[in-house]
T-cell receptor, first 113, second 117 residues
C-alpha cells in the first residue's frame, strides 16, 4: 500500500539559510500534519491542513510557513535557520473518511551547521 | 488542555521477559482517540494501535496487548515474551475526536525500551 512520502530524507543547511521540506500524503487523504522531533524528544506538532486550509496550529515558529497544494501535497518552508532547528521533521496524513489515525512518513532529518 | 504522561523514561528487560509500558492521559473531551507508536533506532514512527474513547475492550495482537481503563485514564501496553527487536522508543499519543478532526496529536515523552539478549 502507498505510504506518506517525504523528501528529502536528509538535508544539511547552514545557519541563516532556508529549507523546504515536501510531503506527499497517502492518496485520497485530505489532511496533512507536520511535526518536529528534536534529539531525544517526543514529536511536537507544528501545523496541519485540511482540504488545503489550515486546520490547526501548534508551536510553529514565525520563521516557518507551510501550505497544502491543490494536489494535496504540502511543503514546510523554513527560513533563517538556527542550530536549534536541527531535528527530524515528520509529515503525517489522515482521511476523514477512515478516521483519526495519522499515518506518518519516514521523516526528513534536517541538520543545521 | 490535553496531556499524555509516560512515567517510565527507560526500561531494560532481558529477552523473554514480559514488560508493561504505562500511559496516563488527561483530556476534557468526551470523544478522543489513543494511540501507541513504536520508534525503532531507524527513526520512523510505526503505528501499533488506535483505540477510541467509547471502546474499553482490551486488545491482544500477537505478543502485544493493551489495557484501556477510562476510570484511571490509562492506556497501558504490554509486550509478552519480549525480543531484542522490540528495543525502541514507544510513544503513547492522544487526539481529539468528533468535530475536532484534523487537530493534532499530543505525544507522551516516550519510553525507551531496551531488551537485552
Amino acid at each position: 500500500a502507498a505510504g506518506v512520502i517525504q523528501s528529502p530524507r536528509h538535508l544539511i543547511k547552514e545557519k541563516r539559510e532556508t529549507a523546504t521540506l515536501k510531503c506527499y500524503p497517502i492518496p485520497r487523504h485530505d489532511t496533512v500534519y507536520w511535526y518536529q522531533q528534536g534529539p531525544g524528544q517526543d514529536p511536537q506538532f507544528l501545523i496541519s491542513f485540511y482540504e488545503k486550509m489550515q486546520s490547526d496550529k501548534g508551536s510553529i515558529p514565525d520563521r516557518f510557513s507551510a501550505q497544502q497544494f491543490s494536489d494535496y501535497h504540502s511543503e514546510l518552508n523554513m527560513s533563517s535557520l538556527e542550530l536549534g532547528d536541527s531535528a527530524l521533521y515528520f509529515c503525517a496524513s489522515s482521511s476523514r473518511m477512515t478516521g483519526y489515525e495519522q499515518y506518518f512518513g519516514p521523516g526528513t532529518r534536517l541538520t543545521v551547521t | 488542555a490535553q496531556k499524555v504522561t509516560q512515567a517510565q523514561t527507560e526500561i531494560s528487560v532481558v529477552e523473554k521477559e514480559d514488560v508493561t509500558l504505562d500511559c496516563v492521559y488527561e483530556t476534557r473531551d468526551t470523544t478522543y482517540y489513543l494511540f501507541w507508536y513504536k520508534q525503532p533506532p531507524s527513526g520512523e514512527l510505526v503505528f501499533l494501535i488506535r483505540r477510541n474513547s467509547f471502546d474499553e475492550q482490551n486488545e491482544i495482537s500477537g505478543r502485544y496487548s493493551w489495557n484501556f481503563q477510562k476510570s484511571t485514564s490509562s492506556f497501558n501496553f504490554t509486550i509478552t515474551a519480549s525480543q531484542v527487536v522490540d528495543s525502541a522508543v514507544y510513544f503513547c499519543a492522544l487526539s481529539r475526536g468528533g468535530d475536532n478532526y484534523g487537530q493534532n496529536f499530543v505525544f507522551g515523552p516516550g519510553t525507551r525500551l531496551s531488551v537485552l539478549p
